[in-house]
């Protein structure tokens, strides 16, 4: 069941997606974060205007919500956002650990407007050696004693 709350302010994500694709900033995408009833973070898509591949709504958003917030997760706020999110977002959604997401458009819908991210699902589940752009384990005992570092460091606050 959706309620008027939620519709109206998945509408406000919707709004950002206009506004941002209508001046340039990037493609259809809008998101906001929610805390209670107030907005702490918005975004759009920002990718072309800032050539920053990393720039979508949600993370906008998040990245927004959080320096106003004072905080690097936001586990009593809401995302609302104009698509399903993509791989990359959805990994900064459960790094942010919000309540919960409500999203307008599907990403089949995104993939029909050529916003197509089932290459990235399919290289996420393929194995290392297969994938399209190579990644190459180079191991190093520097890169492990840093870990050891960290594994017994007093100071170190997780998340």
Known sequence: MHSERDKKLLERAI??????????????????VVLGDEIVGEGCNMVTSINDP??????????????????????????????????MCLGAIYWA???RVIYANTREEAASIEFDDEFIYQEINAKMNERKIPFIHHPHPLAKEIFEEWKNWEGKIKY
Do not use: D
């Open 97 to 99: 650990r919000p309540k």
């Open 54 to 87: 990393t720039a979508h709504a949600e993370v906008v958003a998040i990245r927004a919500a959080c320096k106003k917030l004072n905080t690097y997760q936001l586990t009593e706020c809401e995302i609302y956002t104009s698509c399903e999110p993509c791989p």
């Open 15 to 32: 709004e950002l997606s206009r506004q941002g694709m209508k001046s340039g900033s990037g493609g259809p995408f809008g998101c906001i």
